[in-house]
């Protein structure tokens, strides 16, 4: 795993990953990390000019953006995925985030089983706050899933095509070990999470003892989101934080 890039307009460090998103992000000392969930999805032009508008507020430059948190109608493609990501980011190079095909910011994009939107949207963001802290630095990854985070995600799925049991748990603790690499590169272990996140259509219950709990992953329970990954055949993701505030935002945007 790659070592932090600090990005000091943030007042946070990344662990590199893909031109559409990092694979960690760590708040600098003095910053705490604070995430907004909206009530429900909001379309990404829109949820974009909400979260410019709610930076403002909080008196946040738009480059302590730090995470974002994505739904989708359907799986993609590669190709199709690619191309949004493309779409993607071109906000973000506008906001002063993205350049020279680094992103710094964390990222899921997942697709509901149930209530998927019409289009792709916001579920939530994180960015950073000046506080004085104590303890550990926080901290939120991107979503790990049974493949490397890298081009050509079907050469390398486990157990490609496989829903068995058994394959899911392969799938599932080889998730696990490139979610462990991340906390690795961050500094941080699993006592620190405070959120960690689930997400699959699959029933994975008999895993929660065996792979969660024996890593000590489960001290702030566990999130578990009926929901598959944003890319054809990728069937588990997993993701963890630990953030200092969380609020919830309205879905529909207040007249000014």
């Known amino acids: 795993m790659a070592e932090l890039i600090a990005f000091a307009p943030?007042?946070?460090?990344?662990?590199?990953g893909g031109f559409q998103?990092?694979?960690?992000?760590?708040?600098?000392?003095?910053?705490?990390?604070?995430r907004a969930r909206f009530a429900r999805p909001v379309p990404l032009a829109e949820g974009f000019a909400r979260i410019r508008d709610h930076l403002a507020a909080v008196g946040r430059p738009l480059t302590a953006l730090c995470a974002c948190e994505l739904r989708s109608p359907a799986?993609?493609?590669e190709p199709e995925f690619i191309a949004f990501n493309r779409r993607y980011v071109q906000p973000l190079a506008e906001?002063?985030?993205?350049?020279?095909?680094?992103?710094?910011?964390?990222?899921?994009?997942?697709?509901?089983?149930a209530d998927a939107p019409a289009e792709p949207g916001f579920y939530a963001?994180?960015?950073?706050?000046?506080?004085?802290?104590?303890?550990?630095?926080?901290?939120?990854?991107?979503?790990?899933?049974e493949c490397p985070d890298r081009p050509n995600y079907r050469a390398s799925i486990v157990r490609l095509g496989e829903t068995?049991?058994?394959?899911?748990?392969?799938?599932?603790?080889?998730?696990?070990?490139?979610?462990?690499?991340?906390f690795d590169a961050l500094g941080v272990s699993a006592p620190d999470v405070t959120g960690m996140n689930l997400y699959t259509v699959h029933d994975l219950y008999p895993a929660i003892a065996?792979?969660?709990?024996?890593?000590?992953?489960?001290?702030?329970?566990?999130?578990?989101?009926?929901?598959?990954?944003?890319?054809r055949d990728i069937?588990?993701?997993?993701?963890?934080?630990?953030?200092?505030?969380?609020?919830?935002?309205?879905?529909?945007?207040?007249?000014?």
């Open 10 to 16: 943030g007042n946070y460090r990344y662990l590199p």
């Open 21 to 34: 998103y990092s694979a960690a992000v760590i708040a600098d000392a003095g910053h705490v990390i604070e």
């Open 164 to 182: 068995s049991p058994d394959a899911l748990l392969d799938k599932l603790r080889f998730a696990l070990g490139d979610l462990q690499s991340r």
């Open 210 to 231: 065996s792979e969660f709990a024996r890593r000590g992953l489960l001290a702030g329970g566990l999130e578990w989101h009926w929901v598959r990954p944003p890319v």
């Open 235 to 256: 069937e588990i993701e997993v993701d963890a934080r630990r953030v200092s505030r969380q609020v919830l935002l309205s879905s529909t945007r207040s007249a000014s």
């Open 95 to 113: 906001w002063g985030l993205f350049k020279d095909e680094a992103n710094p910011v964390a990222r899921c994009n997942l697709i509901p089983e």
């Open 125 to 145: 963001f994180s960015y950073t706050v000046p506080a004085q802290t104590e303890g550990p630095p926080d901290f939120v990854t991107s979503g790990a899933a």
């Open 75 to 77: 799986p993609m493609s």
